[in-house]
């Protein structure tokens, strides 16, 4: 199992000891290097994604554990995303979470971001260096709730769809540069929720 509370049978677990995870890798911005699926951003990459190619869910509790380092600079924040309910890499549902704590429920539509809800200044955010921080969505029945190191940070309701989906995950930073702090990925579970 991911993180605490997760439940229902495994659909997908990874935690990263091999590339055999059917990730869809992009080297040197997203490579699985052995225990964590790291994401480089440089100064011609502000945003890097990968979403997995051989497992689908649509109903399901999603659970990532990742290291997120700290702001690049007070304008250039580094974010992290988990995505599901994903058609493809421009349609998909994601939860993001930012350097300085914030937590932002997305879609992507045809490549169009739209910000469903933010929650500012997550007191449940660890941003010790090297912190793992769990985020775990659960997407069941048309309810999505989202949950950070085990705090429930907010639920909507929206239409899933009706065809088994993609997830993956999504890294950001607000400005490119060279040298960015890598963000590592250090497990993903999905499990059938129920």
Do not use: H
């Amino acid at each position: 199992m991911g993180v605490p509370g997760q439940v229902g049978t495994d659909i997908f677990q990874d935690k990263f000891t091999d590339d055999s995870g059917g990730w869809d890798e992009y080297p040197p911005q997203s490579a699985v290097v052995p225990p964590a699926f790291v994401f480089t951003l440089d100064a011609n990459n502000a945003s890097a994604t990968s979403q997995n190619l051989t497992f689908n869910a649509t109903d399901g509790d999603y659970c990532m554990d990742f290291i997120l380092p700290p702001a690049i600079a007070a304008d250039n924040q580094m974010y992290v995303a988990m995505v599901f309910w994903a058609a493809d890499y421009n349609n998909n549902m994601q939860v993001l979470v930012a350097s300085n704590s914030s937590v932002t429920l997305g879609k992507l539509t045809s490549g169009t971001w739209t910000a469903i809800s933010t929650v500012q200044n997550a007191p449940a955010f660890n941003s010790k260096a090297n912190a793992v921080n769990s985020l775990r969505v659960t997407a069941l029945a048309g309810t999505i709730t989202v949950y950070l190191n085990g705090t429930l940070i907010k639920t909507v309701r929206a239409q899933e769809p009706t065809n088994p989906s993609r997830f993956g995950i999504y890294v950001q930073d607000d400005t490119a540069v060279a040298n960015a702090p890598p963000v590592k990925i250090t497990g993903y579970t999905v499990t059938t929720g129920k």
